[in-house]
């Protein structure tokens, strides 16, 4: 198995500008969430997929930030425009919710500089 | 609404010596309990999870935990500290919700 997959790696960009984060979760989960990561503020959740639906994305910090679940194999993070203060380390992880736990598996994450 | 507290920002020790970080959680019920660890420039990774049964769970890497339900912790041990272990680890809870909540994390360091 593959692991949760992230692209990019490593994103440097401009403030201003549209960037867009992938995430392709484990086959065969049916939970998908997006964090994001800083010294300040620790491992933060910003929206949770269950079934490819939004179940909760209090999180996403405001009206810049949209997720998107078109299918079970696919997300995507999307801000726009990007200011410095979302310069961060951005993680998806998947996970089964139907099953006894719910357990975790993490991306390598996505590195974000805005500049 | 749960929360989880990781009262120590950083932990030092010596290789070889033991270590136990600290967890404590608040939550109506009994949650689903997990320890995850972190290396540098990685995502996180699970260390070991409790749900319900025996109070000391095992986990990779000579790891182990304990749900202690009077006192609200999931403490992470383990006997002999490596080097390899100088991480951040995260202590997580998982409501029926499946909306997770981590703690800060602590960061160790090991001493050769």
């Known amino acids: 198995d593959a692991g949760v997959i992230q692209s990019p790696r490593h994103e440097v960009t401009e403030m201003g500008q549209e960037v867009t984060l992938r995430c392709k979760p484990i086959s065969g989960h049916n939970s998908l969430f997006w964090y994001r990561q800083t010294m300040m503020r620790g491992l933060e959740l910003l929206i949770y997929f269950n079934n490819n639906v939004p179940i909760d994305d209090s999180g996403m910090p405001e009206d810049r930030f949209s997720a998107k679940m078109p299918n079970a194999s696919f997300s995507t993070l999307k801000i726009q425009p990007s200011e410095p203060r979302d310069s961060a380390v951005y993680f998806c992880?998947?996970?089964?919710?139907?099953?006894?736990?719910?357990?975790?598996?993490f991306g390598p994450g996505t590195r974000l500089t805005v500049l | 609404a749960q929360s989880v507290t990781q009262p120590d920002i950083h932990i030092t020790v010596s290789e070889g010596a033991s270590l136990e970080l600290r967890c404590n959680y608040s939550?109506?019920?009994?949650?689903?309990l997990f320890w995850y660890v972190q290396s540098p420039g990685q995502g996180l990774q699970l260390l070991l999870k409790y749900f319900s049964g025996d109070t000391l769970v095992q986990g990779i890497k000579g790891f182990e935990a304990e749900f202690k339900r009077s006192q609200s912790s999931f403490n992470l041990r383990k006997p002999s500290v490596h080097w390899s272990d100088a991480a951040e680890y995260f202590c997580a809870v998982v409501p029926g919700s499946y909306i997770p909540t981590f703690g800060r994390g602590t960061s160790l360091i090991v001493h050769p």
């Open positions: 992880a998947s996970g089964k919710a139907d099953s006894s736990y719910n357990e975790q598996f």
């Open positions: 939550y109506g019920a009994t949650p689903y």
